[in-house]
């Protein structure tokens, strides 16, 4: 369902994604791995459109969406969290989802919201003010309801298992993986842990100074010589 033709993206002088191809089916849960300023983000910043392609081609259930932009985008079914959670200010929990469900899927539905707030353990925080009155867990939680307040057919999740402790990743993971198998939806997932991407994915890609270096099963890449010298080198200065 999502395609990437041998998408290249320069800022400037630098190439942040370089040629890389790339294909996901519907109902896979796929890791997406690389050093810090790999080029993860800008990737996805690619398939959602808020970054434009310098070269290559993007496509999502067979139709060229390079030129289509965000809103059109999130309609088609490609929803996102964010790699820094982006709570809208002075609105609640659940404001907050209704937007998300005005812009991703063009009108609100309050059972459907309900049942996210739920699945995702909000209920209880519904009311409260997202921006100021979230713990972290909290916060991240937020960021995926969102993103499937836009009722996705591809969720991208940017990070979302950063920063939280092992008992609370685990918890988050669990969340994930339940999350998976309830919407049917395919993920694509940034995270660094070698660990949790195995034990969460079939298949993971990983980038390496732009480059798509290995895509296979975790075992199958995580012992690749190519991967392992960009796992234990230093990535971009
Ligand atoms: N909007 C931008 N303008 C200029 N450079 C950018 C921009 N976004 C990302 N970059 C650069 O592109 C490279 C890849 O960044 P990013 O995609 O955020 O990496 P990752 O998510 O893998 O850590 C980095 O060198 C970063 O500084
Ligand atoms: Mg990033």
């Given at each position: 369902?999502?395609?990437?033709?041998?998408?290249?993206?320069?800022?400037?002088?630098?190439?942040?994604?370089?040629?890389?191809s790339?294909?996901?089916?519907?109902?896979?849960?796929?890791?997406?791995?690389?050093?810090?300023?790999?080029?993860?983000?800008?990737?996805?910043?690619?398939?959602?459109?808020l970054?434009?392609?310098?070269?290559?081609?993007?496509?999502?259930?067979?139709?060229?969406?390079?030129?289509?932009?965000?809103?059109?985008?999130?309609?088609?079914?490609?929803?996102?969290?964010?790699?820094?959670?982006?709570?809208?200010?002075?609105?609640t929990v659940?404001?907050?989802?209704?937007?998300?469900?005005?812009?991703?899927?063009?009108?609100?539905?309050?059972?459907?919201?309900d049942?996210?707030?739920?699945?995702?353990?909000?209920?209880?925080?519904?009311?409260?003010?997202?921006?100021h009155?979230?713990?972290?867990?909290?916060?991240?939680?937020?960021?995926?309801?969102?993103?499937?307040?836009?009722?996705?057919?591809?969720?991208?999740?940017?990070?979302?298992?950063?920063?939280l402790?092992t008992?609370g990743k685990?918890?988050?993971m669990?969340?994930l993986?339940?999350?998976?198998?309830?919407?049917?939806?395919?993920?694509?997932?940034?995270?660094?842990?070698?660990?949790?991407?195995?034990?969460?994915?079939?298949?993971?890609?990983?980038?390496?100074?732009?480059?798509?270096?290995?895509d296979?099963?975790?075992e199958?890449v995580?012992?690749?010589?190519?991967?392992?010298?960009?796992?234990?080198?230093?990535?971009?200065?």
């Open positions: 369902m999502l395609q990437l033709d041998n998408v290249t993206v320069r800022f400037g002088g630098l190439t942040a994604v370089k040629g890389v790339l294909a996901m089916g519907d109902d896979q849960l796929v890791g997406l791995v690389g050093p810090n300023g790999a080029g993860k983000t800008t990737l996805f910043n690619v398939i959602s459109g970054v434009r392609a310098t070269t290559g081609r993007v496509l999502f259930d067979g139709a060229d969406i390079l030129r289509q932009p965000l809103h059109k985008r999130a309609r088609l079914g490609l929803g996102r969290t964010f790699q820094i959670p982006q709570p809208m200010h002075e609105l659940r404001e907050n989802l209704v937007v998300a469900q005005r812009f991703g899927a063009g009108r609100v539905d309050h059972g459907k919201i049942e996210i707030l739920e699945f995702m353990d909000l209920a209880h925080a519904a009311e409260r003010d997202a921006a009155e979230l713990a972290l867990q909290e916060l991240k939680r937020l960021e995926v309801a969102k993103a499937l307040a836009t009722e996705p057919k591809l969720l991208l999740l940017d990070e979302v298992l950063a920063g402790e008992s685990r918890m988050f669990e969340k993986r339940k999350l998976h198998a309830r919407y049917r939806i395919g993920i694509l997932i940034i995270e660094h842990d070698i660990e949790t991407i195995s034990s969460l994915c079939h298949r993971v890609a990983v980038l390496d100074f732009g480059q798509l270096i290995a296979g099963t975790p199958e995580f012992n690749n010589p190519d991967v392992i010298r960009s796992y234990t080198g230093a990535g971009h200065a």
